[in-house]
């Protein structure tokens, strides 16, 4: 190994120990509850309403689909389509 190689191996390890992401102590990235959302009270994004759709089509709930609902809102009703269609 080249020493430029083994200079890049030991950045690429010290990175690796100062991502958040992988320090088992850091709970900041940890999946949250939609009502505790601060961006849920906005629009549901178009992959929602997309997604959203398809899950109430397939799930013969024509009242599942509210284009109006916010992104927390559209985040239950997909979790608990997804549970009733057997896609959880």
């Given at each position: 190994?080249?020493?430029k190689a083994t200079a890049a191996k030991k950045t690429d390890t010290h990175h690796e120990t100062e991502n958040p992401k992988q320090d088992s102590k850091d709970t900041s990235n940890r999946i949250k509850d939609p009502k505790d959302w601060t961006t849920g009270s906005e629009p549901m994004t178009g992959a929602q309403?997309?997604?959203l759709k398809t899950l109430a089509e397939?799930?013969?709930d024509d009242?599942?689909?509210d284009p109006?609902?916010?992104k927390a809102e559209a985040s239950q009703r997909i979790d608990a389509l997804r549970k009733?269609?057997?896609k959880d």
């Open positions: 190994m080249t020493a309403a997309s997604y397939q799930a013969k009242e599942a689909f109006d609902l916010d009733e269609t057997g």
